[in-house]
């Protein structure tokens, strides 16, 4: 099939950037559409032209990488997948695709469809994690743990921390992605521990860092890539009302 | 003179590790505290040991490519991770996992290595447990366990199909913790352009920002590769887009030996290669050869009416199907090792029989499964397989069977390493899928995320004091050094002369001809002629690439075609490695198979007598021939004997 791509160009961070069409020709349904993108590259590098620049590297599903604003919606219009795992057979021949990076404020455009999400990183550094030192553990099974509760657990932790829940947000709140890491902790007796102190410390970086608020649109749930549930947004917030009632600390 | 020590400590095979901790150097809190460690990767075992190396006190410095430390390759592990917990009661233990990853590796790894290895596989369980990682259960709350190839135990520990996704966010965590904590120091986007050695020792590195282009030094007391595969090599594999042999490569040059670089493996179950643009091979987890069985044509026209689409897979009647691996290996069955079922469909495909457009597929099955435990069950075992599946193929796997072909998908080979994992170069350290060691010719499926959270939780963390401890006198080692200079000096220059170069061809188009040059000659049959004219092609190759090649863009900015140049640049190097490795080793094991050594039945020939070693590869210069020195594999506690699943 034979497309127009609309795609965004920006040089770097301190330029602005617009919109360049190109045109692709022969592309096969059988491609996925990042490597529709990398027919396009090959071409512009022939002709002596820079190449659009995008994250991406397991190109399936789980990296987290690829990062792309497809006719404006975050992955583009398959529900359930990344950008990495949609096929050209979702387009016709003929049509004119919109090609954007992730627009929210705590994730600068680096160039082109590339952003900096170095904000999702620093908000598991305030507390993403369980205090456990390595060795001197004792063993797996010594805790059991109800197969339900880990099974959701797991549901949380499935987030591949791409950053379309912010993207897709109006508020550009991080709140899915947030509630995703403090749910698989507070759901298992090994997260328990901290888990008052954990939500109170996450919450306050994802505030400074500049991510809005929810205001229960739930577009993020609608676009995650892997489904993560809005229910977690319902836990997290239990966990900071009752952590807040009984905490004096600030964070 | 060879300077190949793999200093394996004395004693009995169950005591060396304790033996070697109890007598080894250690560093006192307030020394680690000024001695400085880098760590390039944060994968398993880079994640794993720098945020061991944190909590112990060193000052650590990370260091990798992608934009986040989460997204390193081992994300994308699927099947699951071994240990020796014998939870299921059915007869697993240190010595069966050690003996059954000797014997998958076809009695060609390090004995002591290896038994280390099984015997803290536990901790690691307990460690990613305590840590939060979400592995399946039980309905009692335990912890659940399935079977792999090549073993007749059920060891393998899962979380779902992301058991990779899962264990590496574990140790993320805990690199985070210590992010936090300032003990370590990330720096994400940077691509390792050279090791500076200085007075003999590793002292520090040289990186590319990938941001802006910027060449920085940082030195260190120790350096630690845990850069992962080379797979990428062959262009088309399993790994992800950035995996790449540079590191290791820029190692090598400098003086690191490369141990067995032509043990590749080939993964059985990955979906066929589909069209020319394609940039990369999905794996379909091995874990469905439990419950799939792995079937062609029995005769020659059915085969050729199913790739002219004529003759569906499903009204073929159950006597004119071939389930070659229960036929030839009645023992394991669909279970084998990834190298014999590889080699198997390969062998049916060559044949005449395989199916697809191409003819390079095989069968795998499910219909028996879903009508002896309901679509349900095979749903909930398989469920996103089947979902990524139907994604990238656009067939239900429930209706018809899936289509199959090997892909290549992990590097046994690597930097050659002791049992400290102390490369040759005094002070460099190589970890996980980096360095050569635990799985000799052929690596077991849900092996290397239990070594490479063993070398970087379990390992490291102890063999780098006992080096460290020699260090304590020294200060803080200062960049201005003159090889650090030199190596800034050089690696400025490599990058000016790709950028000048302005040929006519990208750099695709030079990664996909040496992919197909390695996947013909140096792929899942070699040969002794195929493979000396692969060495000639691959030397062709690269003249031309440093005349010919086309990078845009400039140095100073993203320019994801430069960072690709230096990849392949490394890549025909080291393939001219493999295929002179592969040419030397006149035997077949393992992944390694050469057509001149086989059976009659067309089983692998190992020659015991004259190749039970390891090939460590010393560089000798640009354009001179390597010289390969050998570690002689002593097999002191185990009876080699010829690998047999049938
Ligand atoms: C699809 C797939 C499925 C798999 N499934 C399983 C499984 O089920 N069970 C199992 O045991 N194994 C599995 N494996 C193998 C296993 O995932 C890998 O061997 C293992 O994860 C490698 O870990 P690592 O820490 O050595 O390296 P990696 O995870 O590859 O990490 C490499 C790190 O080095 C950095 N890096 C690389 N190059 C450079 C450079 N030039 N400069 C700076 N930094 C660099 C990267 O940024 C990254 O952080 C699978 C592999 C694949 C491809
Ligand atoms: S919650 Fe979903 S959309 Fe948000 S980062 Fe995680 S996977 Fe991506
Ligand atoms: S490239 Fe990894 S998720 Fe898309």
């Given amino acids: 099939m034979d497309l127009t791509l609309k795609i965004w160009r920006q040089a770097s961070s301190k330029v602005k950037g617009q919109f360049v069409n190109y045109q692709v020709q022969n592309i096969s349904a059988e491609a996925s559409f990042l490597e529709m993108l990398d027919i396009l590259n090959e071409s512009l590098v022939a002709k002596g032209e820079e190449p659009v620049a995008f994250d991406h590297d397991c190109r399936e599903g789980i990296c987290g990488a690829c990062s792309l604003y497809i006719n404006g919606r975050p992955h583009g ?13 979702n387009f016709k021949h003929g049509e004119t695709i919109i090609i954007e990076p992730w627009r929210a404020k705590p994730f600068p455009v680096i160039k082109d469809l590339m952003v900096d999400r170095s904000s999702f990183d620093e908000i598991i550094q305030a507390g993403g994690f ?45 709140m899915l992605f947030v509630s995703a890491k403090v749910s698989q902790f507070a759901l298992l007796p090994q997260g328990r521990i901290e888990a008052q102190e954990r939500v109170q410390r996450m919450v306050a970086k994802m505030d400074e860092l500049g991510f809005g608020n ?38 | 003179m060879t300077k190949l020590n793999p200093k394996i400590p004395n004693g009995q095979l169950d005591q060396k590790w304790t033996n070697y901790k109890a007598h080894q150097n250690l560093v006192n809190p307030s020394n680690k505290r000024r001695l400085d460690i880098i760590v390039v990767g944060t994968g398993l075992a880079g994640a794993a040991a720098a945020a061991s190396f944190g909590e112990l006190g060193f000052n650590v410095k990370v260091f990798g490519i992608h934009d986040s430390p989460r997204r390193a390759h081992s994300i994308a592990a699927q099947g699951g991770i071994n240990a ?126 990938l941001i802006t282009g910027e060449i920085e030094r940082h030195s260190a007391h120790a350096v630690v590769l845990a850069t992962g595969g080379y797979g990428n090599v062959f262009f088309l594999s399993t790994n992800a887009m950035s995996s790449n042999g540079s590191a290791i490569w820029k190692a090598y040059k400098k003086g690191a030996f490369f141990g067995n ?145 090997p892909a290549v998908h992990y590097t046994m080979g690597g930097i050659w390493v002791d049992y400290e994992l102390q490369t040759t170069i005094p002070g460099l350290f190589a970890a996980g899928e980096a360095n050569f060691s635990d799985h000799g010719a052929n690596r077991l499926g849900a092996s290397a995320l239990m070594q490479g959270l063993s070398d970087g939780y379990f390992v490291l963390p ?146 015991d007598k004259d190749f039970t070693f390891v090939s460590a590869w010393e560089y000798k210069g640009d354009n001179v021939e390597p010289e390969m020195h050998k570690e002689p594999l002593v097999f002191e506690f185990i009876e080699v004997k010829q690998r047999n699943y049938k």
């Fill in chain 1, 77 to 89: 219009p398959d529900r359930g997948i990344t950008t990495c795992q949609m096929h050209m057979r």
């Fill in chain 2, 462 to 607: 102890y063999t780098i004091q006992n080096y460290l401890a020699n260090q304590i006198q020294i200060p803080t080692i200062k960049t201005d050094l003159p090889e650090f200079v030199q190596a800034e000096k050089e690696t400025k220059d490599l990058i000016q002369k790709l950028l000048t170069i302005n040929g006519k061809n990208t750099v695709d188009s030079y990664h996909r001809k040496l992919g197909l040059i390695m996947w013909d000659n140096v792929g899942m049959g070699r040969n002794k002629e195929g493979l000396t004219n692969a060495i000639k092609l691959i030397q062709e190759l690269k003249v031309d690439f440093w005349k010919n090649v086309k990078v845009t863009g400039t140095n100073d900015q993203v320019n994801p075609e430069l960072e690709k140049a230096l990849r392949v640049a490394d890549f025909i190097e080291l393939g001219e490695l493999m295929a002179r490795d592969a040419l030397s080793r006149q035997e077949s094991c393992g992944g390694h198979f050469r057509e001149e050594y086989q059976t009659p039945e067309g089983e692998a020939l190992r020659d």
């Fill in chain 2, 84 to 209: 020796a917990k014998n939870y299921p009661n059915d007869g697993d233990s240190v010595f069966r996992l050690f003996y059954d990853t000797i014997k998958g590796g076809d009695y060609r790894a390090r004995e002591a290595n290896v038994f280390r290895l099984a015997e803290v596989s536990n901790s690691i369980i307990d460690q990613c447990v305590a840590q939060g990682v979400p592995f399946a259960r039980d309905y009692g709350g335990l912890l659940d366990n399935r079977s792999f190839g090549g073993a007749q135990v059920s060891r393998t520990f899962y979380a779902r199909g992301q058991t990779g996704q899962q264990l590496l966010l574990g140790a993320y965590s805990a690199l985070s913790k210590e992010i936090g904590k300032k003990t370590v120091k990330m720096y994400t986007r940077r691509d390792l352009m050279d090791v500076v050695i200085v007075d003999g020792l590793a002292r520090g590195i040289i990186v590319r920002n």
């Fill in chain 2, 261 to 405: 670089p032509c043990f590749t493996q080939i993964h059985p179950t990955c979906i066929p290669v589909h069209g020319e643009y394609q940039s990369k091979l999905t794996l379909m987890s091995e874990s469905l050869r439990n419950d799939g069985r792995i079937w062609v044509p029995k005769k020659l026209e059915d085969a050729e009416k199913i790739r002219k689409g004529t003759l569906k897979a499903g009204n073929l009647k159950e006597e004119d199907r071939d389930y070659y691996l229960e036929r030839r290996y009645p023992a394991f069955g669909n279970l084998v090792p990834r190298d014999v079922a590889s080699r198997a469909a390969k062998e049916r495909c060559d044949a005449g029989f395989g199916v697809g457009t191409t003819g390079l597929a095989v069968y795998l099955d499910f219909a028996d499964s879903i009508k002896r435990l309901g679509k349900n069950v095979i749903e909930s075992r398989y469920g996103n397989l089947f979902q990524m599946y139907e994604k990238i193929v656009d067939e239900n796997p429930y209706e018809n069977p899936m289509m199959i072909y």
């Fill in chain 1, 214 to 251: 929810c205001t229960n649109t739930y577009a993020c749930e609608a676009e995650c890539p892997k489904e993560i549930s809005v229910s977690n947004i319902a836990r997290m917030n239990r966990e900071f009302l009752s952590a807040k009632l009984i905490s004096h600390k600030e964070f």
């Fill in chain 1, 130 to 174: 369980v205090s456990v030192r390595t060795g001197g553990i004792p063993d797996a099974n010594s805790i059991p743990i109800p197969r339900r509760n880990a099974e959701l657990a797991m549901d949380a932790a499935a987030c591949i921390g791409c950053g379309a829940c912010v993207a897709a947000c109006k508020n550009a709140s991080a």
